[in-house]
């Protein structure tokens, strides 16, 4: 069973950057493709970003374009998300992802898509 664990996860003043991280388990990491979500008390979960299995193709959300990158290493196991010029009102709970099976015409959006998740980690915007 993969397990997802994030960290990076913490307090930054508004316009600052974090950097999370997500590191799987087992050793067929370079087949799964991973997606970064967030969610905030009562609201639903949406797509932030996401990576293809080589990472050769990125998604992201409209609102972090530009200010966000995810990245992979495949020889770590590990997925990052890179979040610059943050806004207090991305304060959420930001989730790590991944879809550990092949699925055709994948939208990587979607959170339907995804099988495995991580607990989350916190991400703090102060203004």
């Known amino acids: 069973q993969v397990q997802l664990v994030e960290s990076g996860g913490g307090l930054v003043q508004a316009g600052g950057s974090l950097r999370l991280s997500c590191a799987a388990s087992?050793?067929?990491?370079?087949?799964?493709?991973m997606g970064w979500f967030r969610q905030a008390p009562v609201k639903e979960r949406e797509f932030v970003g996401a990576i293809s299995r080589s990472g050769g193709i990125r998604y992201y959300a409209d609102s972090v374009k530009v200010r966000f990158t995810i990245s992979r290493d495949n020889a770590k196991n590990t997925v990052y998300l890179q979040m610059n010029n943050l806004k207090p009102e991305e304060t959420d709970v930001y989730y790590c992802?991944?879809?550990?099976?092949?699925?055709?015409?994948?939208?990587?959006?979607?959170?339907?898509?995804?099988?495995?998740w991580g607990q989350g980690t916190q991400v703090t915007v102060s203004s």
């Open positions: 992802a991944a879809r550990t099976r092949l699925l055709a015409n994948m939208t990587f959006r979607a959170r339907g898509e995804y099988d495995v």
């Open positions: 087992g050793r067929t990491f370079s087949s799964y493709a």
